[in-house]
């Protein structure tokens, strides 16, 4: 194990964040403090209670959700495709390291970048609404996966794409109305018997409604299914990752 | 003479089906400076790249101090240190952040003594706090050297480090060069300015078309491809060169003022002489007479020349 190497990445990428602490943490904090305000406080109040949970309470997990997805595939895609893009990339792959390090060192920085924001944005909530976690490990633990896996399938777009379009292209036409379809702002049991059958298909359904559970014991499918989908996304990421380190994919020619 | 690195029939076929490198085999010695000459796309950049682990290997086998750069890359890697030919920077981190990076990158725990040495070799020293975007060519040019040696490489590839530099920085990194083999450090440079393999190299290797042409000593090489060359300024022009003096083989200008003689300083006479005597003979007066020796580049052109 190269620990170093793997220091080095980690501590580069946490230090771009730092350089960077309105883009990377202020902006994607404030963005969701204003949908407390909006759904939250003016909009919320004048729907009623979900399973029992007040509306400005129960999108709480849903937007630390959005939030974390999003900015772990925007964190971990731009911090391997910037290399890519200025040529620095060869210094990696003439480095003694292996693909594991790699990534260790990358997606760690960018998990570590999204559980802080996620962090924030949980306590931040907390300032609008009531708040309460009934299974805290449990939350730990899906808010764990999600930003590991998210930041693994943004590494791989970061690895293969080869423009900015590309870059942003998935996020914008894919991510996002996945999570805004995933239950972020509503339950799935309220939409109309086929409209629930086709969110089944939709993986951030089960993030969204595992992380939910974890927090008012209300979900929208069981948790272990949730909690099974979450290992089986990571599990591929990890596979393709290791295939595209293994075959040079986009990286060696 | 200790082989650092031996590269056994390496092929490099790309994607496209374009062959980069045909059956490659080359030995470099320790702690020498190696000079790789070729002309653009002659397969320079893809052996080094290769070597370093940048791009994967067709067929063939390369060994970095015996070892196997495929299976035993941590080995292999930690030995090298690359300076790229084109410049990529990290243009929002500060020349020391860069280096610290890049040594840690290579497995080196931190030494902040190593890394002042290093930035104070290449008068980076006072830069040390600047953004690499703030920076000149010039000097972005040292800082690419000073990442690459800032895990102590036993090799150091320089892929063209001196295009684009001007002659004092030129000047510093040849003498930075000219250290690190005294240090032990195995140099392999690229470079299209032949004045710099000629002033650099032990050992001089020539590729065209992916394939090695020629790997010679370069003190050898000169001596025994370099010609030494007599040139005489006649008073009147001369329509022909008499039969007389058929056997120096005597070129005749376009102008017909002068005439060229190619001779070799390693034989038992050159001709020198006789040819001023049989000249003086034939009534042949010159007013001037000047003598050159083909430089490295000279050689270089011909090789390539020939092999086209």
């Given at each position: 194990m190269n620990f170093y190497a793997v220091k080095a990445i980690y501590r580069y990428e946490m230090a771009r964040m730092?350089?960077?602490?309105?883009?990377?943490?202020?902006?994607?904090?404030?963005?969701?403090?204003?949908?407390?305000?909006?759904?939250?406080?003016a909009?919320?109040?004048?729907?009623?209670?979900?399973?029992?949970?007040?509306?400005?309470?129960?999108?709480?997990?849903?937007?630390?959700?959005?939030s974390v997805m999003t900015e772990s595939i925007s964190n971990s895609s731009f911090a391997i495709y910037f290399p890519k893009f200025t040529g620095t990339i060869f210094e990696v792959l003439s480095a003694p390291v292996s693909y594991a390090e790699v990534v260790l060192g990358y997606v760690g920085a960018a998990a570590t970048k999204s559980v802080i924001i996620g962090t924030i944005i949980l306590a931040t909530a907390s300032l609008f609404v009531d708040l309460e976690i009934a299974h805290p490990f449990i939350m730990v633990a899906f808010l764990l996966l999600t930003c590991v896996s998210f930041c693994l399938f943004g590494f791989l777009l970061g690895i293969w794409a080869d423009g900015w379009?590309?870059?942003?292209?998935?996020?914008?036409?894919?991510?996002?109305?996945?999570?805004?379809?995933?239950?972020?702002f509503y339950s799935i049991s309220m939409l109309p018997p086929a409209w629930q059958t086709i969110s089944l298909f939709n993986p951030v359904v089960y993030l969204i409604s595992g992380f939910r559970w974890s927090f008012y014991e209300n979900a929208d499918v069981s948790v272990a299914l949730s909690l099974g989908m979450a290992i089986t996304f990571l599990a591929a990421c990890l596979l393709i990752v290791r295939w595209v380190?293994?075959?040079?994919?986009?990286?060696?020619? | 003479m200790q082989t650092v690195i031996d590269i056994r029939g390496l092929t490099k076929t790309y994607a496209g089906g374009f062959q980069a490198l045909k059956n490659v085999s080359l030995s470099i010695n320790k702690s020498e400076i190696f000079a790789l000459l070729g002309p653009n796309g002659a397969g320079k950049t893809t052996l080094i790249n290769i070597v370093c682990g940048i791009t994967s290997l067709t067929h063939g086998?390369?060994?970095?101090?015996?070892?196997?750069?495929?299976?035993?890359?941590?080995?292999?890697?930690?030995?090298?240190?690359?300076?790229?030919?084109?410049?990529?920077?990290?243009?929002?981190?500060?020349?020391?952040?860069?280096?610290?990076?890049s040594r840690g990158l290579f497995g080196k725990a931190a030494n902040p003594d190593h890394l002042e040495k290093v930035l104070k070799s290449l008068s980076l020293w006072d830069r040390?706090?600047?953004?690499?975007?703030?920076?000149?060519?010039?000097?972005?040019?040292?800082?690419?050297?000073?990442?690459?040696?800032?895990?102590?490489?036993?090799?150091?590839?320089?892929?063209?480090?001196?295009?684009?530099?001007?002659?004092?920085?030129?000047?510093?990194?040849?003498?930075?060069?000219k250290v690190l083999r005294e240090e032990g450090v195995t140099v392999i440079l690229t470079t299209h300015y032949i004045e710099e393999a000629e002033q650099l190299a032990d050992r001089v290797g020539v590729i065209n078309h992916g394939e090695i042409i020629l790997v010679e000593d370069k003190d050898r090489l000169m001596r025994e491809m370099g010609k030494k060359q007599l040139t005489l300024h006649l008073y009147e022009q001369l329509d022909r060169i008499p039969t007389a003096l058929a056997r120096y083989n005597l070129e005749?200008?376009?102008?017909?003022?002068?005439?060229?003689?190619?001779?070799?300083?390693?034989?038992?006479?050159?001709?020198?002489?006789?040819?001023?005597?049989?000249?003086?003979?034939?009534?042949?007066?010159f007013n001037d007479l000047q003598t050159s020796q083909s430089s490295l580049e000279d050689i270089f052109v011909d090789l390539v020349h020939k092999a086209q």
């Open positions: 730092f350089r960077t602490v309105v883009q990377s943490i202020v902006a994607p904090v404030l963005s969701t403090s204003l949908y407390f305000v909006i759904f939250g406080s909009i919320g109040s004048r729907i009623t209670e979900i399973d029992g949970v007040s509306y400005g309470s129960f999108i709480v997990p849903g937007l630390i959700m959005l379009e590309k870059l942003t292209i998935v996020p914008i036409l894919v991510i996002m109305p996945l999570t805004f379809l995933g239950g972020t380190f293994k075959t040079g994919y986009k990286l060696r020619t | 086998e390369v060994l970095v101090d015996g070892d196997d750069i495929v299976r035993d890359f941590r080995l292999t890697r930690a030995k090298i240190g690359l300076v790229p030919q084109e410049m990529p920077t990290e243009s929002f981190e500060t020349v020391w952040n860069t280096c610290r990076f040390k706090d600047t953004k690499s975007m703030e920076l000149s060519g010039g000097m972005k040019r040292r800082v690419l050297i000073a990442k690459a040696l800032a895990h102590e490489p036993d090799i150091l590839f320089l892929d063209e480090p001196t295009a684009g530099v001007d002659v004092e920085l030129r000047q510093d990194m040849w003498n930075v060069v005749l200008s376009d102008d017909r003022q002068a005439v060229t003689y190619n001779y070799d300083t390693k034989g038992e006479h050159t001709g020198i002489t006789d040819l001023i005597s049989e000249l003086r003979d034939a009534e042949i007066r």
